[in-house]
């Protein structure tokens, strides 16, 4: 059983910075990479960036030139760093990962939830 734990967020003002990082209970991360989704108020959850076990990234068209995704194998923690943020980035996001054995098994961390103030 993968168990992810997140932490980071808060309140942010407009125009700030937030920094979130995942840890996994293993070496997950570098196997299968993992995703950062945010659900806002309202709406869907939906993807904000995707990183392979190797390192290539993926951005959600809003999220690109303002997030940056990482991972750290030997900590077996994965980053989600933002700049420039809007009152539209609020929402909480989760990080998730998946295994893949007889069907996929989708993992995701509790949740942080990332307010921004105008």
């Known amino acids: 059983q993968v168990q992810l734990v997140q932490s980071g967020g808060g309140l942010v003002q407009a125009g700030g910075s937030l920094r979130l990082s995942c840890t996994a209970s293993?070496?997950?991360?570098?196997?299968?990479?993992m995703n950062w989704y945010r659900q806002s108020p309202g709406k869907a959850r939906e993807l904000v960036a995707a990183?392979?076990?190797?390192?290539?990234?993926n951005y959600a068209d809003p999220a690109k030139g303002r997030f940056t995704i990482s991972l750290d194998n030997m900590k077996n923690t994965a980053y989600l760093q933002g700049y420039s943020l809007t009152p539209e980035d609020t929402g909480v996001y989760y990080c998730?990962?998946?295994?893949?054995?007889?069907?996929?098994?989708?993992?995701w961390g509790q949740g942080t939830q990332v307010t921004v103030s105008s």
């Open positions: 990183i392979t076990g190797n390192g290539f990234t």
């Open positions: 293993g070496s997950i991360f570098s196997r299968n990479g």
């Open positions: 998730n990962t998946a295994e893949f054995l007889d069907s996929r098994r989708d993992y």
